[in-house]
């Protein structure tokens, strides 16, 4: 079957750095996407990773290797204003896009 | 209005109740896309439409019914529902439907509750 496990929670402080991992067991590849998600609000799209590397966006970084079924987001210099669900999802074979669970990210001043 | 409306934003309905969602979007896309966002859980795709025809009907109960009038509007029909239905229900837009890089923009969501 197809799986995206990224963890449930996370705690960072304000002004510091965290990383969010995704691992992904799909049918195939055709991209991987961040959104992020605030409380009762919708999904926003943050990044795309096609290629292995790394895709930088002001503060948030998202890093992709293909070969390890594995990405990161990464948020620097954190804002309390980051406190959201983050998602990720990976586009199948068949372009289909298969959804992690989202990792909610606390943060403290 | 720009963007992805949903109405209504919140819904209560007994088990026997009929009611609809209602989805706008004014990005002048081409796909619109049902989902079910329960706690915790990854976002289940229900229904997809691309250029008004139904593409994705991923083993949805009959009680939830979709139409689309035309490229803009997206309606989900609720009828008999069970309390296991409740979630937030997201409504989203995309440029085309096939593509690896087919951002999505999503609604605010329905949160519905079923007594």
């Known amino acids: 079957g197809q799986n995206i496990d990224q963890p449930t929670e996370m705690t960072a402080t304000e002004g510091a750095i965290v990383q969010i991992n995704c691992t992904y067991q799909?049918?195939?590849?055709?991209?991987l996407f961040w959104y992020q998600q605030h409380a009762g609000e919708a999904p926003t799209f943050l990044s795309y990773?096609?290629l292995d590397g790394l895709e930088e966006k002001g503060r948030f970084s998202s890093f992709l290797s293909r070969s390890k079924g594995y990405s990161y987001l990464l948020l620097k210099e954190l804002q309390m204003k980051d406190s959201a669900s983050y998602l990720c999802?990976?586009?199948?074979?068949?372009?289909?896009?298969?959804w992690g669970a989202g990792t909610k990210l606390i943060i403290k001043p | 209005e720009t963007g992805v409306t949903q109405t209504p934003r919140h819904l209560v309905m007994g088990m026997t109740n009929k009611k609809s969602l209602k989805c706008e979007q004014h990005?002048?896309?081409?796909?619109m896309y049902w989902y079910k966002q329960s706690a915790k859980k990854p976002l289940e795709l229900m229904f997809v439409?691309?250029?008004?025809?139904?593409?994705e009907n991923n083993s949805v109960p009959s009680r939830f019914s979709p139409e689309c009038p035309n490229s803009s509007h997206l309606f989900l029909h609720l009828h008999t529902l069970q309390p296991e239905d409740s979630a937030l229900y997201l409504c989203a837009s995309s440029q085309g439907q096939l593509s690896g890089a087919n951002v999505l923009t999503f609604g605010a969501g329905s949160r519905l509750t079923v007594l």
């Open positions: 990773n096609v």
């Open positions: 439409y691309n250029f008004k025809e139904q593409t």
């Open positions: 990005l002048g896309h081409n796909a």
């Open positions: 799909t049918s195939g590849f055709n991209g």
């Open positions: 999802a990976v586009t199948d074979s068949n372009y289909q896009l298969i």
